[in-house]
């Protein structure tokens, strides 16, 4: 086992002329949660992708459970089995049922038996409390139940990292809670999780470690103690006095 | 030249005469009943062909490798910017000049693979356009579960772009079915082909039941285009 899950270097991103990240350096210790907290457009989001490549950074490396992922002719693909991702729009597969959207990867990319995979995707379906829904579609669900199935799906390839970038923010608001219950409930235990949020409710309670980042860069690093209570930059607590009052 | 086409009409004036008819179903019906199987073998083959064009290059047309996009570019404009007709010639009469391995390929052949490229070029269009419909997340989510490339357009992208791409892509067998009468100019012996051999001793009769046979072909599958597209408009 390796003791960083995930390492970011010196990792540099452009969008055209957009700098978004900006010498990013980031040690992932497996077990961690960690939260990532920053104003909108401050580079979060990219910063989360890069960590599965769905964003490929302009410079810097990235590494996944001991795997270079930047390096050339790395086994991407391979890699991305054991961190699965949490989307803030769920994109869960339209065309397929609630069941089917938690089999398919580990059938077609991992080689789990058809049984194998509906036996572990109903336990999970249990565990986010939508066992009677595993026949539906999930156009047929309500934003909550799709996240929780979300959640379910990627629980499914029984991945070594969850990543999760906001969420709860595409929900509405008597829905937020149901998604986080699952979300904490999974934070107790020894899966490794790097959550981009708003909730500071939800940092408060389940983080090991809050990322405070803000034009790209990391601002602010440490307990969610040290966060909330003493930060140290000025911009942090001008982005506190804002969220908190 | 104008002699040409006029005379498969020379006998048009005796087109409702009982003898005519008669004569139709002895001696040319059997005929377009030949032609009208190899029409359908046609249009079956050349379909095949040209989804299997078309799915790769509209894959390839919506790929990150700018070279891939590049090729299936060129093809379709290519191919949808000139006439099938000067295709099927150039293939059927140019081509084995050039390479002589050519001239076995059978007509009915070299008609299917001048349709499958052809409908092929719009097919691709078709595939492009749907695939492009497909919100990015979904190409994301299956990436982020380890799917290769490939793998997320067969389980995931290309299923759900079919929907979209089903009443372009019937519309597109219609076509196909109705194009496969350049076998005429080729002399690959389709129905277009059998009709016209058979028009200088009965000229209408031949017309008028080939008219009604390529009619049968279309008219189903013309319908079923019309109802995915309603469907997909109430999907929408
Ligand atoms: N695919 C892209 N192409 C071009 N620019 C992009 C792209 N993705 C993000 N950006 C830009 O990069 C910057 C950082 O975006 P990012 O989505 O990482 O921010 P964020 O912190 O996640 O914001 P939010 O809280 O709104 O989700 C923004 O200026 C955004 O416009
Ligand atoms: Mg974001």
Redesign the pocket.
Known sequence: MEDNLIELKNVEKYFGQNHVLKDVNLLVPTGQKIVIIGP??SG???M?RCMNLLEHPTSGSVTVDGVEITAKKAPVAKVRQSIAMVF?QFNLYPHKTVLENLTLAPTVVQGVSKTEAVDSGMAYLERVGLKDKADAYPAQLSGGQQQRVAIARALNMHPKTLLF??PT?ALDPEMIQEVLDVIIGLAQEGITMVV?THEMGFARQAADRVVFVDEGQILEDGTPEHFFENPTNDRTKLFLSKILH | MSGGFTQWFSNIQYMFSLQQWQYFFKNGFTGLLHGLLLTVEVSLLGLFFALILGIVFGVLATSQWKVARAVARVYVEFFQNTPLMLQAIFLTFGLPLIWPALVKVPLFMILVIALSMYHGAYISEAVRAGIQSIHRGQLEASLSQGMTYVQAMRYVVIPQALRVVLPPLTNQAVNLVKNTSVGVAIGAMELMYMTKQISDMTTGPAFLVAALLYFILCFPLATLARRLEDRAEVNN
Do not use: A, F
């Open positions: 909108s457009g979060k989001s990219t989360i803030q970038d906001e923010s981009v």
